[in-house]
């Protein structure tokens, strides 16, 4: 029955949308009465609900008594942060993050600017040497440093192998063991996943620069050294500043490539803030929280860094 | 002289070349390695030699039935397919209208939406858990594709945007003297021309979700109901880890994603950048 009635609604239906030709203008009006919240309100929404909503419940959880399975026992004061700054481990895992943090990004930036600069030549096979950057940048970041995990294994890895035959080491060593032989492998490894966003970045902003510009620095005899550091360089501070913020807050925040290669350990010997406030999750959720009170405010500053170096600064 | 130049010019390329070719090698060897690993035979694991002594190709056909990551890749099928969805369904109609009605609030819409980007799953972990928690929403699906849509939204929006602004509004304005609601004129002028920056907001949010970990990690507990990025790293915990089925698993979630990637790579960039570069 309702299929029956369907088919001449529809014909109705078609004859208004045409009979409402003139008033086009008339319903465009009436979208722009209702505002612009039908449009944006679900994405205000959806931040609401998974970005805004959880900082509120890392404040609350710090501040809240928590017990075991979960259940709020109302307010508890400072006690958590107390417990957090007493952490031996806290003074640790911040120094280590923030070295972390600055070497990743530092090696990152240099190495890409290289890189950039090498796959902005002209040279046989420059596509093909391009694609194989998108390799280590598809792939899951877990995956990758499983995969490095693997390859420094005691026993089996292809990396000792390869350093015994060409005689860099004199036995097999458990790298991911403990923390002085582990970490120079995972800023290797956390380089080695941010180098292809990196040079890409760098190399749209290098693709930018016109030609001309060059020209006019060769006629008037700079060398090539004196071309890059007077002209490419400056010409590409403003991807060179995006790109520099961006991999800050990611590097600052990595969680898969410690955990994939060392869980943070031994113990949280090798734990950022991010891979500690997990760890601290299992026993103490109150002290986890803190820590991601802490965290997050470095966030912020980032933010506030991101903003300063971004288009924003110049519009607002 | 001439030929002095030329000779010059050609050592130059053969420098970039071999220097080039030889990076692209150093950026293969971790893959290629979970490839050869993922064909060892289980009792060669421990051995130190470069190549196994039996390529056992079998695995890629035993880890189905072996390991849970049937499960697990439909558990990440479902979460990128859904998250890119829902992630399309809220950024579009907030790009289109940010990109043609100047309204009050939109540069701040804007940057909150920016903002997002900068707040990293990892950093709000402990308030996931605790809010999908307290919501009885832990467990499921659907909690990981509304987190990883929300996620996504700002290299959505912000591409979307982009793409929708350089086509010009007077097609739009064209179609709706011809009779055509905006939204009509938003699916029949607009989307086609903004046909890339769709495709590309589909496929870096789809990989986006595909590889994602930490929310899996926090917001799951069954094993079955983990996305394949956990359900690997979870097989590092066994008594004695199979490596070889571990990195066969890794291999079928890489392969489609590198490909995925590989169609929007031009756009890419643009779209991580575009609210930042000056």
Known sequence: ?316 | MLIQGRFKELSRKTVFAVLAWGLAAFFLAPYLEMVITAVRPANELRDNGYLPKHFQWGNFVDVWSQTTIGQNLQVSLLVAGGATLLTLLVALPAAYYTARIRFRGRKIFLLLVLVTQMFQPAALQVGLAREFTSLGMMDSDLTLIIANAAFNLAFAVWILSAYISSIPAELEEAAMIDGTSRVGALFKVTLPLALPGVVTCVIFTFITAWNEFIMGLILINTPSKQPLTVGIDSMIGAYNPQWNFMFAASVVAIIPVVILFASIERHVVSGLTAGSVK
């Open chain 1, 1 to 316: 029955m309702s299929q029956k009635t369907a088919a001449p609604d529809a014909a109705t239906s078609a004859k208004a949308a045409k009979a409402a030709k003139p008033t086009a203008a008339g319903g465009r009006n009436s979208l722009a009465r209702l505002g612009p919240l039908p449009w944006i309100g679900p994405c205000i929404a959806l931040i609401l609900l998974v970005v805004v909503w959880p900082v509120a419940e890392m404040v609350l959880t710090s501040t809240h008594k928590i017990s075991g399975l979960g259940i709020d026992f109302g307010f508890n004061g400072l006690g958590r942060y107390q417990k957090l700054f007493s952490d031996a481990r806290l003074g640790t895992v911040m120094t280590w993050t923030l070295i972390w943090t600055v070497l990743v990004v530092g090696f990152t930036m240099v190495i890409s600017l290289g890189l950039a600069q090498l796959y902005n030549q002209q040279f046989p096979g420059r596509k093909y040497t391009r694609w194989a950057l998108i390799i280590p940048w598809a792939a899951s970041v877990i995956v990758t440093s499983i995969g490095f995990r693997w390859m420094l294994d005691e026993v089996a890895g292809v990396l000792n192998r390869m350093m015994l035959d060409l005689g860099l080491i004199h036995g097999a060593e458990n790298w991911t063991g403990d923390a002085a032989h582990a970490k120079p492998w995972l800023i290797f490894v956390a380089v080695f996943v941010s180098l292809p966003f990196t040079t890409y970045t760098l190399l749209a902003g290098l693709q930018t620069v016109p030609g001309e510009v060059y020209e006019a620095a060769r006629v008037d005899g700079a060398s090539s050294w004196q071309t890059y550091f007077r002209i490419t360089l400056p010409l590409l501070r403003p991807s060179f500043l995006v790109a520099l913020v961006i991999n800050l807050i990611n590097v600052f925040n990595s969680f898969p490539v410690i955990w994939g290669m060392t869980q943070g350990g031994p113990n949280t010997d090798t734990s950022t803030s991010t891979v500690f406030m997990f760890i601290l999750g299992q026993t103490d959720v109150g002290e986890s929280a803190a820590m991601s009170v802490v965290n997050f405010a470095v966030v912020i500053v980032m933010v506030l860094l991101f903003l300063k170096v971004s288009r924003w600064n110049e519009e607002s």
